[in-house]
């Protein structure tokens, strides 16, 4: 529902920007007070247009979190424990890029991922490589998912069947 709006906001953002650029003041029909306003809502519609998107990274998805694969934290139990589990039970604890996108409430971009690495492990990610660790986190982990038509955009809730060009 919320790309709705934005695809709403868009096209009249567009609609503005096509006005403004017509009608300049060499045009015949060339009207300052309606080029004025077409700015103004310009500028107003644009402002819209970057609150909307902000929820749209921001806003949690709406899989409840007990549906998540990732399983409870696991730090309390013993070593002989963890070895007899599978690889990917304790690889979703253990890896980094898990932790800072549950730390960011089950969903964070690419770009938030990269600035948490190194805030709190100090270490400078090249995107590319995180990028192709977050997909292998996906594909053959299963413990991350891409957020359906949101290109960089992870979770730690299932997406259910997505595509590889959300990715």
Not at 91 to 98: A, E, H, P
Request: charge should be negative.
């Amino acid at each position: 529902m919320l790309d709705d709006f934005v695809d709403l906001v868009k096209g009249q953002v567009g609609y503005y920007e096509r006005q403004i650029s017509l009608y300049h003041p060499n045009h015949p029909k060339y009207k300052p007070n309606q080029i004025s306003m077409y700015q103004e809502l310009l500028e107003r519609h644009q402002k819209l247009l970057e609150f909307l998107e902000g929820l749209e990274t921001s806003a949690a998805p709406t899989v409840s979190q007990s549906a998540s694969k990732v399983i409870d934290d696991l730090s309390d139990l013993p070593p002989e424990l963890l070895e007899q589990l599978s690889d990917s039970a304790t690889r979703g604890q253990t890896d980094i890029l898990v932790k800072i996108i549950a730390d960011r409430g089950g969903i964070a971009t690419l770009d938030q991922i990269l600035i948490d690495l190194y805030r709190k492990h100090g270490e400078v990610g090249k995107r590319t490589l995180i990028q192709n660790r977050l997909y292998r986190l996906y594909k053959n982990d299963g413990v991350i998912w891409p957020v359906p038509k949101k290109k960089g955009v992870y979770t730690t809730i299932p997406q259910g069947e997505v595509s590889d060009d959300a990715e």
